[in-house]
């Protein structure tokens, strides 16, 4: 990849930051303004309002430009998180995170659809193994920050610091991006109504549904093993295990079908998922979740590539569609996640993240005919 494209990738996933760590900066604020009543309250209206406007955010990139689109959507963001930060009160709170769902910007819509037009060569798999690899890092060092913020200046303040490093990487990332033509096309078929899209987007809701019951499962096995604290050592592991299996990826040229590497990579989440409900302290944890990231920035690498393949010229409106089906399958992992939380602690309940993979597994299986038949060069 050359230097410029590298800076994109990276730009554009530090932009990120504000929108990863969101449910961590909205919980924080809005136990702050009224309880966890209304930190929870507001963190499902931010989760709604993206979930309803990510795919008109995502069709309006092809029709006006990536750059027009993400320079208005960002300011709004923008000024809708620094309300979020000085809202007082049970409703301002929930109505000021509702709004910053709705002025998400697409920056991961943008940046995936965006890379196979940018790429030197037919092969954009490693761009995409290079872009999860930055996504990793994200959520590595993202939580570190927020907590320096919150240590050194309280909630508010990290919600406001990490807006405003967001807002200066979309800058630098809008200034990167070079002024491709729109991509206006005639209307085909419904997205929906393609075979692909709909295997892909079940698979995809499927691993969603693992990474909501994650979020919960992971903090309540800390607790229940007696070290609350180590939650964040934790899912930092898990993180650097992805990082790993992308860097992997992204440094070595691939070879064979996209298709049988989606495939075998899923099966390989399933089957790294089953050591999760062994351990009962920390340090075997630690490894077996290490071991379980390993082969999730390698799969939404592909993932990606695979759906820019389906989708071609609707790529951008099919990564908004991903994006909605990636809140609602986190949301039902939460949700289910949570009763077997409080009851087990961990132990057993991780045997939903096995069952959530398992189903995107089989399905994917079962319509493997479907998937895009692309080749790594």
């Not at 996504?135 to 913020?149: A, H, K, Q, R």
């Amino acid at each position: 990849m050359n230097v410029r494209l590298s800076g994109l990738i990276v730009c554009l996933n530090v932009a990120q930051l504000p929108i990863a760590m969101r449910p961590l900066l909205i919980a924080l604020v809005g136990a702050q303004a009224g309880g966890f009543s209304t930190a929870g309250l507001a963190g499902g209206a931010a989760a709604t309002g993206m979930a309803l406007s990510a795919p008109w955010w995502s069709r309006g990139l092809p029709r006006f430009g990536d750059r027009r689109i993400l320079i208005t959507s960002g300011t709004l963001f923008l000024a809708s998180e620094l309300a979020l930060a000085i809202s007082h009160g049970p409703l301002q709170t929930v109505g000021a995170a509702a709004l910053s769902g709705l002025c998400t910007p697409p920056i991961s819509s943008s940046v995936r659809s965006m890379l196979p037009r940018l790429t030197s060569s037919d092969d954009p798999a490693r761009a995409y193994a290079a872009n999860a690899v930055a996504v990793e890092t994200v959520y590595i060092g993202s939580p570190l920050w927020v907590s320096g913020w919150v240590t050194l200046a309280g909630p508010a303040a990290a919600l406001v610091a990490s807006a405003l490093i967001g807002a200066l990487a979309l800058a630098a990332g809008i200034a990167l991006a070079p002024a491709l033509p729109h991509r206006v096309h005639h209307a085909g078929p419904s997205l929906l109504a393609m075979p692909a899209v709909r295997t892909l987007g079940a698979a995809y809701l499927a691993y969603w549904i693992c990474m909501g019951a994650m979020w919960v499962l992971v903090p309540a096995f800390a607790a229940h093993a007696g070290a609350p604290q180590q939650s964040g050592l934790l899912v930092a592991l898990w993180s650097a295990g992805s990082l790993a299996g992308g860097l992997i990826l992204a440094a070595r040229r691939t070879h064979g079908s996209q298709r049988d590497r989606y495939l075998w990579l899923l099966g390989t989440l399933a089957a790294t998922s089953l050591p999760l409900a062994v351990p009962g302290t920390i340090a075997p944890m630690a490894v077996a979740i290490t071991v379980f990231g390993v082969a999730l920035a390698p799969w939404l690498a592909t993932n990606d590539h695979l759906a820019a393949s389906a989708a071609g010229r609707r790529s951008s409106t099919l990564f908004g569609w991903l994006t909605t089906a990636g809140q609602i399958g986190s949301a039902t992992g939460a949700i289910v996640a949570g009763p077997l939380a409080d009851r087990y602690g961990g132990g057993p309940a991780f045997l939903v993240v096995t069952a959530a993979l398992g189903t995107g597994l089989a399905i994917a299986l079962h319509r493997k005919e479907t998937l895009p038949r692309d080749s790594g060069a």
